[in-house]
């Protein structure tokens, strides 16, 4: 197989994420889990784009696959015109250092490190000298409205400043593309609409292309320009709404 | 990433689970420690026997003993093992025909003319009554040229050698003191001491007088009482060979005004069974070891048979070599079971870390930095583990040291360091805890970098 360098194209038209025919099946010994059946979407850069549908429909597993934490059974993913499948191990870690960030539900912080280190971690694999390491999750601390809380460790956060910490992490690699895999699912609704508001505020500021997962039909409708609706593995719906 | 912050981040993680990290790295410590200990003690063994070889002058020594005599022949002078080797070092020299060499003067004398050979003496000793602070003892006394007497071969602890091959002085030993009850050897210089000769009368030798022993007479003895005076004292080496050093030492002019004790008449007594004449050994010194093979060749050529401390040095190394892995075997099996104690410390740990290996890959961990930063781990757990080993393996050694010398030194054994610590052990034990270390953690460190991240982020 030779590689073919492919045509570039314009930077405007080269989608955020292009994902072709993906599939995803789990094996559990003998039984085959369909978790992704031939998903096709393509998102242009700088949208805010919300992925809902029941649980199980394959929306976490999509979020994985498009973040480089898994790979595909079938299909391709590209990230700014860049194929995931041409990635090696090390490729798909140096892409998720700096091509990706990602928010989970259940915030993912280190429980032992205060927000300010928790902020300030990836940047330790980067290879980024201690000094910028810190002014860079200071500054994100604030952005987020964080700066108080930089000595607190998770348990000393409430949830809501919890995931505004995982949010500020996501951002700390510059990377041009957020994955939130319901960043809302353990927050009560006026926290909710809080942190998909600051996503919202991130993606218009700085460009970012957001791909967040979410039950909160309310919350995707009022923030979201497209949503992609998920069912039995397949996209059922796709939905400009401005 | 960077190394600093591969140390800042195994340490911080090693500082979470301290009581576990303390308790791992004890395990290595108690490995090191034993394993420094036992190699610091086939050293030291190894140290003291060659310094003693070395100070005592013994490498410079060759031994020579009339044809077919020496150590290991019987006392009827016949071989016990003709053509085996009954002891390391000794060959023999077989005159071609002629008549048995005789190790008297003349012998001594073209010995010590040959080049390379500083001196050659007699070892001559015989048994005495000594008598001291009214106190009697049975012991064997050594005859010595003044000039050995001075040498390095004999150490001097108070007091001086004697002054010439004449004088009637008298060196005793530390061991001698303690067993005659002289606590101070300093109260006993400038003293009278008596040798009372017992020697065979070779006239009472005739049938008649073994007739008037056996029917209960007198034994054919000769006692004679001879005045000397206590001028030094000498160390009683630990590892001082039989032979060379003695209890007490006079010098040969002295010896030979003994009444029936001129050097010749007493090996004629003893040797007139075998019908031979001349001294039972001779010492022969060399101005260097590298003499060793011409004169011990030029020995062999004059029909006589040699033994040179040298060579059984060689072979006492291999048996030290051989010491030192019995006892480095011992060691490893302690570092062994602290790198089993690594192992499952740091698979443990992986269990528990789970979700923190899957948050580092989330954010951008490659496998090898996972990967490292639990091979730091481990190493961390190894260098502490060495450093401190290697301090109880030193603090341990000085205890039993102490201990061991303190008993010794009642029985009037000199106190030694029974173990060496040269600074390359300390880098060796250094080195070694941190390799086995790396070696232990290598296996789990691949088991974490293997990790799956969407599995590890899963569940709460
Ligand atoms: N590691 C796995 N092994 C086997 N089956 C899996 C695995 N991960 C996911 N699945 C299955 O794939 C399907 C999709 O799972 P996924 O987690 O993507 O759903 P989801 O839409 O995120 O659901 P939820 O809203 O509950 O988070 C489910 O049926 C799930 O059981
Ligand atoms: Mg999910």
């Known amino acids: ?242 | 990433m960077r190394f600093r912050d591969h140390m800042e981040l195994s340490l911080s993680n090693l500082w979470k689970v301290k009581l576990r990290t303390l308790l791992t790295t004890a395990g290595v410590v108690v490995g090191i420690g034993a394993f420094t200990a036992m190699i610091s003690f086939g050293l030291g063994m190894q140290k003291n026997v060659a310094e003693a070889f070395r100070s005592l002058d013994l490498l410079n020594t060759v031994i020579v003993f009339p044809p077919g005599g020496g150590p290991g022949a019987r006392p009827d002078g016949r071989d016990p093992a003709a053509g085996g080797e009954s002891g390391a070092g000794r060959e023999r020299g077989e005159p071609a025909g002629q008549a048995a060499a005789v190790l008297d003067d003349r012998a001594l004398e073209a010995i010590a003319a040959l080049p390379g050979v500083e001196t050659a003496y007699p070892d001559v000793s015989f048994p005495a009554l000594v008598r001291l602070n009214g106190r009697e003892e049975f012991r064997l006394v050594q005859v010595l040229p003044a000039r050995i007497a001075g040498s390095k071969a004999v150490r001097i602890r108070t007091g001086r050698p004697y002054a010439s091959d004449e004088a009637a002085e008298i060196i005793v030993d530390g061991f001698f003191l303690r067993g005659v009850g002289v606590k101070d050897p300093a109260s006993i210089l400038g003293a009278r001491l008596e040798l009372v000769s017992v020697s065979f009368d070779p006239s009472l030798l005739a049938p008649a007088g073994i007739v008037s022993f056996l029917q209960g007479g007198a034994l054919p003895l000769n006692r004679e009482t001879y005045a000397f005076t206590v001028v030094g004292v000498s160390e009683s080496g630990a590892f001082g060979p039989e032979g060379v050093l003695k209890e007490l030492m006079i010098p040969p002019g002295a010896a030979g005004k003994i009444k029936s004790l001129p050097f010749r008449s007493i090996w004629d007594v003893f040797r007139l069974q075998e019908g031979r004449a001349g001294y039972s050994a001779l010492n022969v010194r060399l101005s260097s070891p590298a003499d060793a093979e011409s004169v011990k060749t030029r020995i062999r050529d004059m029909g006589f048979s040699t033994f040179a401390l040298a060579d059984q040095f060689a072979q006492i190394r291999r048996g030290f070599l051989f010491l030192d892995m019995v006892l480095a075997a011992i060691g490893m099996i302690a570092v062994f079971v602290a790198a089993l104690g690594i192992i499952n410390t740091m698979i443990m740990s992986i269990l528990e870390r789970t979700r923190e290996i899957g948050i580092m890959k989330a954010v951008g961990a490659g496998d090898g930095d996972v990967r490292s930063v639990f091979v730091f781990e481990a190493s961390v757990i190894g260098f502490l583990g060495g450093l401190f080993g290697y301090g109880l393996g030193w603090a341990v050694s000085r205890a039993i040291n102490r201990v061991v010398n303190y008993f010794l030194a009642r029985q009037g054994v000199p106190a030694i360091d029974y173990f060496a610590f040269p600074w390359w052990l300390f880098l060796g034990a250094l080195a070694f805890a941190v390799a086995v270390s790396l070696a232990a953690g290598l296996y789990p460190a691949r088991r974490a970098a293997r990790v799956d991240p969407v599995q590890a982020l899963r569940h709460d």
């Open chain 1, 1 to 242: 197989m030779s590689r073919v360098p492919e045509p570039e194209a314009p930077p405007e038209r080269v989608p955020a994420v292009d994902v072709r025919g993906l599939s995803k099946t789990y094996r559990l010994g003998r039984v085959e889990i369909p978790a992704l059946r031939d998903v096709s979407f393509r998102i242009a850069p700088g949208t805010f784009a919300a992925v809902t549908g029941a649980s199980g429909s394959g929306k976490s597993t999509l979020l994985n696959l498009v973040g480089g934490l898994d790979t595909p059974s079938a299909g391709t993913i590209a990230v700014r015109g860049k194929a995931l499948a041409g990635l090696d191990r090390d490729g798909l870690s140096r892409f998720r250092r700096s091509g990706v960030g990602m928010v989970f539900q259940s915030f993912n912080l280190l429980p032992a490190r205060t927000a300010h280190e928790n902020v300030a971690f990836p940047l330790i694999f980067s290879g980024v000298a201690k000094a910028e390491r810190r002014d860079r999750a200071a500054a994100l601390l604030e952005q987020v409205g964080l700066s108080g809380r930089s000595r607190h460790r998770p348990a000393e956060l409430s949830g809501g400043e919890q995931q505004r910490v995982a949010i500020a992490r996501a951002l700390v690699n510059r990377p041009p593309l957020i994955l939130a895999d319901e960043p809302t699912g353990n927050l009560d609704s006026g926290t909710a609409r809080e942190i998909v508001g600051l996503l919202a505020e991130l993606n218009r500021s700085r460009g970012l292309t957001i791909l967040m997962v979410t039950h909160e039909a309310a919350l995707a409708r009022e923030f979201a320009h497209i949503v992609i609706r998920l069912r039995d593995g397949r996209v059922e719906a796709e939905e400009r709404l401005r």
